[in-house]
Each structure stands twice: as C-alpha cells, then as structure tokens.
C-alpha cells in the first residue's frame, strides 16, 4: 500500500521559480496517518512507530529529495508549512493528529528540528475524486 507513491511532478520550469522563492510542494497519493495510530502503545506502557507509519515517513523524505534535491539546513532558518489531507470515504477527521509525522518526515531533510516551522495551516480537502492524497507546502520565512 504504501511502497508505491505517486507524487505529481512539477514541470521543470514552474519547479525552478519554486526553488528560487524558497517554497517547496509536494502531492502525494497516499493515505496520511494519525499520530495516534503511528504510535501506539505496547503492553509496558512505551510507544513506538508501526511500520506502515515509518514507510510513510521515509517516503515523504525521499519524494522531497527526489524532487528538489537535498537543502543546505539551517537552524536559524523558519519555515510556514501547509498540510491538506484528503481521504478516501470523506468521513470528518481531526486534522491536527496527522501533522506531527509530516513534519517529523522532513526532519534533517529539510530543517534541523521541526520547532523550525514556527507557522502551520491544516486542513482537509474534500474531494469528489474520493481517493487519498497528502498536499504538503513549504514555504522558507
């Protein structure tokens, strides 16, 4: 389920003004996990990361790099960051449970430490298509 991502390219001209406006987007077709259910919790009490969650994790980290290359990181650099969740059965969610492994995702890819997004927007897409698409937009402050 999660090994085959699409991501929705952006032609090379249009990717070029994004690097130069130091804003970066991605699209995924797939299904956003939860921070809770990323991490549950075993029967001594500790949370972990379920597999499913770390394969989406890796996947965001490895369409950025695929698609911009690595980012010279900067601690000192602040970054806004939007996040559009679409789901497949529409059904209403609690959107701010979703952003923590996006953003964990991005961790020393793009930024040192996820304290460096100091703006974050959230919000669910709902779509005629019915499918499962992750919109992530990053944009360097």
Partial sequence: ?????????????????????????????????????????????????????KILKEMIGYKFIENYGKIRKNKRK???MSIGLSFADNRQRDVGNYNKIIKDALEGILY?????????????????LKQDLIFIKIKEI
């Avoid at 699409?6 to 987007?25: A, S």
């Avoid at 996990?33 to 991490?39: E, R």
């Avoid at 927007?121 to 779509?127: A, G, T, V």
Wanted: glycine share 2%; net charge positive.
């Fill in 1 to 53: 389920m999660y090994a085959q991502a699409e991501v929705f390219y952006l032609n090379p001209g249009c990717k070029k003004e994004f690097m130069k406006k130091k804003e970066y987007i991605l699209i995924l077709k797939e299904k956003a996990i939860s921070h809770n259910s990323a991490y549950p919790t075993n029967k001594q009490g500790r949370r972990f990361l379920i597999p499913e969650a």
């Fill in 112 to 128: 040192e430490n996820d304290k460096q997004v100091i703006n974050l927007r959230e919000y669910l897409i709902f779509s005629w």
């Fill in 78 to 80: 602040k970054y806004k």
